[in-house]
T-cell receptor
């Protein structure tokens, strides 16, 4: 039973399109995150939500809009996709949103923008 | 903001040897230092962590040391096995920072037979 699941696993699309990635966690955690991993494997936080409230927004272009319908779900919608958006996007969750807690990552969604 | 540097970027060892990965951080308020292992095609997974009130922590073949004065921490893997081959990330965060982890740039560890 997957703890943090994200769909789709692979996404290939054209520049200018809009796409969404969905994430669900069944761990009962209050905090969820989106991380971006670029081609050099660098992992950088994009957003975090605690109980549906936005906590961290790391100067991500406003083409990226996270949505948390409930604390078990955090979706990522990307408008007007650009080549530089190609990356692996990881969803994660943690019990503790204050600091110092283990993050549980999904398996990633590889986005390729052509 | 926090900046975490990690070395080396690649590390190749013979099976049974030890491997050491080193990280430095910039924010003196950081107090939580986890290490994540990422296998090919998978998400990162926590393998060990240390908090700022502890200088060393060990879990079987894995140990982490922290030097707060120098702002650096290290991962030590002893008796390496082929299944240890992966990318390892150090990270740092501080309490009240919304559990915002700043990751190092990763180390590709290859354990050769």
């Amino acid at each position: 039973d997957t703890a943090v699941s994200q769909t789709p696993k692979y996404l290939v699309t054209q520049m200018g399109n809009d796409k969404s990635i969905k994430c669900e966690q069944n761990l009962g955690h209050d905090t969820m995150y989106w991380y971006k991993q670029d081609s050099k494997k660098f992992l950088k936080i994009m957003f975090s939500y605690n109980n549906k409230e936005l906590i961290i927004n790391e100067t991500v272009p406003n083409r990226f809009s996270p949505k948390s319908p409930d604390k078990a779900h955090l979706n990522l919608h990307i408008n007007s996709l650009e080549l530089g958006d190609s990356a692996v996007y990881f969803c994660a969750s943690s019990h503790d949103g204050l600091g110092g807690g283990e993050l549980f990552f999904g398996e990633g969604s590889r986005l390729t923008v052509l | 903001g926090e900046n975490v540097e990690q070395h080396p970027s690649t590390l190749s060892v013979q099976e049974g040897d030890s491997a050491v990965i080193k990280c430095t951080y910039s924010d003196s308020a950081s107090n939580y230092f986890p290490w994540y292992k990422q296998e090919l095609g998978k998400g990162p997974q926590l393998i060990i962590d240390i908090r700022s009130n502890v200088g060393e922590k060990k879990d079987q073949r894995i140990a982490v040391t922290l030097n707060k004065t120098a702002k650096h921490f290290s991962l030590h893997i002893t008796e390496t096995q082929p299944e240890d081959s992966a990318v390892y990330f150090c990270a740092a965060s501080r309490k009240g920072g919304g559990n915002k982890l700043t990751f190092g740039t990763g180390t590709q560890l290859k354990v050769e037979l």
